[in-house]
């Protein structure tokens, strides 16, 4: 069945370090893949968004993910977080029937 | 410029009293979605509208229906809630397999 894995629930760094999360997804057929960002009470906010082409996407607020065909991943980087970066950050893949496929999600702290 | 608009963003109910949620877009999208987001949780599809073809999701509850009456409106309708309907409701557009957009949720509370 189709799935997306997001191996951490709550990550925790420092203001100014680098950052990465994870996502995994299974089912072989190279599916369209998100990210998405949620801060507490709002809805959700695309960062970006990987169909095909180039394996290393950019994305809004400085974020990049990097398309792994091979490791069936798709994992976002930013090089330098900022305190206001902290929030829920969502994994998608492309369902079937226009459907989109969540991961469990990351929550991400800063620290100062 | 809002693209996803919900209503309310806030909404209390009491157990058991019909609640009506609303969603309109101002995309053109000919897909609109209703997800169920619980704390802590991943958004949960309910169903989704292509153009007027309604998919209702295998496990959404009968209690959960909706309609869509033009493309650029779609509203949530949930017959009795309960306790455990609480929750933020997500409304979202797509233009058919490419991403989707969503609003801003709206909180619902049951008392």
């Known amino acids: 069945a189709q799935s997306v894995t997001q191996p951490d629930i709550h990550i925790t760094v420092s203001e100014g370090a680098s950052l990465e999360l994870r996502c995994n997804y299974s089912?072989?057929?190279?599916?369209?893949l998100f990210w998405y960002v949620q801060s507490p009470g709002q809805g959700l906010q695309l960062l970006l968004k990987?169909?095909?082409?180039?394996?290393l996407v950019q994305g809004i607020k400085g974020f990049e993910a990097e398309f792994k065909r091979s490791q069936s991943s798709f994992n976002l980087r930013k090089p330098s977080v900022h305190w206001s970066d902290a929030a829920e950050y969502f994994c998608?893949?492309?369902?079937?029937?226009?459907?989109?496929?969540f991961g469990a999600g990351t929550r991400l702290a800063v620290h100062p | 410029d809002a693209m996803v608009i919900q209503n309310p963003r806030y909404q209390v109910t009491q157990f058991g009293k019909p609640v009506t949620l609303s969603c309109s877009q101002t995309?053109?999208?000919?897909?609109m979605y209703w997800y169920q987001q619980k704390s802590s949780q991943a958004p949960k599809l309910l169903f989704h509208?292509?153009?007027?073809?309604?998919?209702n999701e295998a496990d959404t509850p009968d209690n959960f229906q909706s309609r869509r009456p033009n493309t650029s409106f779609c509203f949530l309708d949930i017959r009795s809630p309960g306790l455990g309907d609480a929750a933020m409701y997500l409304c979202?557009?797509?233009?058919?397999?490419?991403?989707?957009?969503f609003g801003q949720g709206t909180r619902l509370t049951v008392v």
């Open positions: 979202a557009t797509s233009s058919g397999g490419a991403e989707a957009f």
């Open positions: 089912y072989g057929a190279t599916p369209y």
């Open positions: 990987y169909f095909s082409g180039d394996t």
């Open positions: 509208y292509y153009d007027k073809d309604f998919n």
């Open positions: 995309l053109n999208h000919n897909v």
């Open positions: 998608a893949r492309s369902g079937g029937y226009n459907k989109l496929i």
